[in-house]
């Protein structure tokens, strides 16, 4: 088990250092671009387009038109890729204090709860985040991880499909199923 456990904590790393931190536009899951972003990347069956629609989504996702969040979603970002677990914890705290409904905010703080090796905190903010944006195919998968890390196999096939009803083209989670 521990093993599945240090490869899906590697795996959801590098998952997060792929995505794109922007800093200057309006957006968040509400979008308008996503609805076509979406039906491309459930559509295509080139590998390379869907990995380009992947990280349109993920960049529209990270992007707030307010500074301070930004700012608190970078140095998040930051901590983490320092492995500063307590640290982006706090600026993703943060970062949810000044913007409840910001899904990304809250897929982040589930993110380092999930490699701090606190799951069903991380659980209750996969939910909040999969409440604000439904299609996160990167909560899901974050569901299906924590699943497994609490062995219910049951539960973690469910949400790992869901991931992939929305996002076919994620080999990481298909590994795991």
């Known amino acids: 088990m521990k093993r599945v456990h240090t490869f899906t904590k590697y795996w959801f790393l590098s998952l997060f250092f792929l995505l794109l931190l922007s800093t200057s536009a309006d957006a968040d899951q509400n979008d308008a671009r996503l609805a076509e972003l979406f039906r491309s990347l459930k559509s295509t069956e080139n590998v390379s387009k869907a990995s380009v629609f992947e990280s349109k989504i993920w960049h529209i996702w990270m992007e707030h038109h307010d500074p301070e969040v930004e700012s608190a979603m970078f140095q998040g970002v930051e901590a983490m890729k320092l492995q500063q ?93």
Do not use: C
């Not at 914890?89 to 490699?115: C, M, Q």
């Open 85 to 177: 677990f307590e640290q982006a914890f706090g600026h993703f705290s943060l970062l949810i204090k000044l913007a409840p409904d910001y899904a990304e905010g809250w897929n982040k703080r589930a993110t380092v709860l999930y490699l701090m090796g606190r799951f069903k905190e991380s659980e209750a903010d996969v939910l909040r985040t999969l409440e604000l944006e439904p299609r996160h195919f990167g909560a899901l998968s974050g569901q299906g991880l924590i699943r497994i890390s609490l062995q219910d196999w049951t539960g973690a096939i469910y949400f790992l499909e869901s991931a992939l009803k929305i996002n076919p083209h994620m080999h990481g989670v298909i590994m795991n199923l």
